[in-house]
């Protein structure tokens, strides 16, 4: 059974940088297309990023787009994150999730993943 574990959330000033990274075990992590989603309090979760299992195809939202870079090192099992230009509206829990079938269009959809991390608080504030 596939799980993941987040980290590298925090508390930082707007325009600061954060490097959230996504780690697997229980299965090769190569096996698996991963998303980050982001779940603002009173808010839905968001797909922030996506990252096929080679780590040749990645999409990133608009709203983080020029800001945001996905990447992958399977032979460490672990997927990062890498966030710059941070705003107050980046504040958020960030999750990762995997799914071992290409969700395609649908990365962003949380229903086309069947496991979740259990997220990492990423704080922008002055």
């Known amino acids: 059974q596939l799980q993941l574990v987040e980290s590298g959330g925090g508390l930082v000033q707007p325009g600061g940088s954060l490097r959230l990274s996504c780690a697997a075990s229980?299965?090769?992590?190569?096996?698996?297309?991963i998303g980050w989603f982001r779940q603002a309090p009173g808010k839905e979760r968001e797909g922030v990023s996506y990252?096929?299992?080679?780590?040749?195809?990645?999409r990133v939202a608009d709203s983080v787009k020029g800001r945001v870079t996905i990447s992958r090192d399977n032979a460490k099992n672990t997927v990062h994150l890498q966030m710059n230009s941070l705003n107050t509206e980046d504040t958020a829990v960030y999750y990762c999730?995997?799914?071992?079938?290409?969700?395609?269009?649908?990365?962003?959809?949380?229903?086309?993943?069947?496991?979740w991390g259990q997220g990492t608080q990423v704080t922008v504030s002055s």
């Open positions: 990252i096929s299992t080679s780590g040749i195809i990645t």
């Open positions: 999730a995997a799914q071992d079938r290409s969700p395609g269009s649908r990365w962003s959809s949380v229903d086309s993943y069947d496991y």
């Open positions: 229980g299965s090769a992590l190569s096996y698996y297309y």
